[in-house]
């Protein structure tokens, strides 16, 4: 199997003194046979697609003709990441056939079918190239290419090389490359109500460019890798960057919208606006007929299965959807400056004009959502913690303490502090907060009362200078540990 962007396989058998046209009408005649749908023909082959199956996605078929040679290439025509069967399958299959009918068809039917055959070809029949096997050492070269930016193919490779070396830069200081931490992932960046609305705004667009780990990281460039190759070349660079960031901002917008205390980083949002923005463009007639067919298929397919999957939990559906919709509004929007390029006015317009519409919604989302008690509950949760660090202060008295030491430290700073701590939160369960944290309420206050009745029971053996309350101190213990352990899930 040849290396590249999508697995393909490629054969090259001899024409056995067929002559260019006689073995152009035997694979068109082979193709038919075959059931695969064909799309360009050429004085010197035929480019066609398998049929969409349970284990296919489509694969293209480009046959060239060149003197006694034929040369049959099988790609993987949607997002496969590995269809070498398939495409070895392709090869074996038309070269079968194609023998068989080499036995059967009389010289006089190849002739007649030419001529009719001719009324087919492309206008421009010598675009239909086939490149050829690569070398070990030019497979490694084109993989590197991939990240080196070059004419119809720049901006995918700068977004490429942007995000791994944020993810590398992460991993330097220190962030856990397959399972970052939330706090870690807020500090560079991650897009969070709370704190994208208290002033944060910048953080809808670098939560873009953040991946919660090393898998999450390689499936979303594999996919940005893959539409830009097909997109970059239609759009132009100006057009497939802004349909990138845009398309990230409304997907990190309809992420803030919809999740009240979900952290939210990847590029995800952004990629399937890029689909988004393909989809659009297979509605229209500026993709030929046949590769649009079947791109088509392949990529619904693909943005269907992601949303499915994105069901499932701890994944932000919300910026995918967010994203996708976004990205089929770019891709309509940049119709009629893509009909006209002679025009680079009506592109400028076009992402001026869709620049300011999804600003001025995302704007309105973020007065709309305005966190109010969300802070409110921060800055009482800081004050919270204040008090809570001074009730703790017991267990850092000095082993010299006497027992007055410690009953005064429990008198007159510990159970006051717990107390000023539940009154706190009593005034927290009135602010109108998501169930989640009302829950996390009700266990502080738990936790509060728990470590009162602790200090009770210490203040009590002190006085009665007993150890009989221990084991009552230590169940109590126990369930602190049990809150602790919850409140930390």
Known sequence: MAFGLSPKHIEHFDSAGLSAKESLVIAFETLKDLGWKIGNIAKNGIKAYTHFSSNSWSEEILIYIEKTQISLKSESNGNQLINGVNNRQNTEAFIARFKSLQQELEPSYLESSYSELETRFTENSEELHFSKKQSGKEKILDFFSLFIPRNGFFISPILLNVNILIFILMAMSGVNILMPDNESLLLWGANFRPVTLDGEWWRLISSCFLHIGLLHLLMNMYALLYIGVLLEPYLGKARFLSAYLLSGLAGSTASLYWNELTISAGASGAIFGMYGVFLAMLTTNLIEKSTRKTMLSSIVIFVGYNLMYGLKGGIDNAAHIGGLLSGLLIGYAFYPSLLKPEKPILAQRSIALLSLFILSISTLVLVYKNPGDLLKYQTEMEEFALLEEKALGIYNLPKTSTDLDYLNEIRNTGIPSWKANIELLERMEQLDL?????????????????????????????????????????QYNLEIEQLITDLNN
């Open 434 to 474: 998501p169930t989640d944290i009302h829950s996390r309420i009700t266990k502080l206050k738990d936790y509060c009362n728990l470590r009162i009745k602790v200090y009770e029971l210490i203040q009590k053996g002190i006085l009665e200078k007993t150890d009989f309350y221990y084991s009552e101190i230590e």
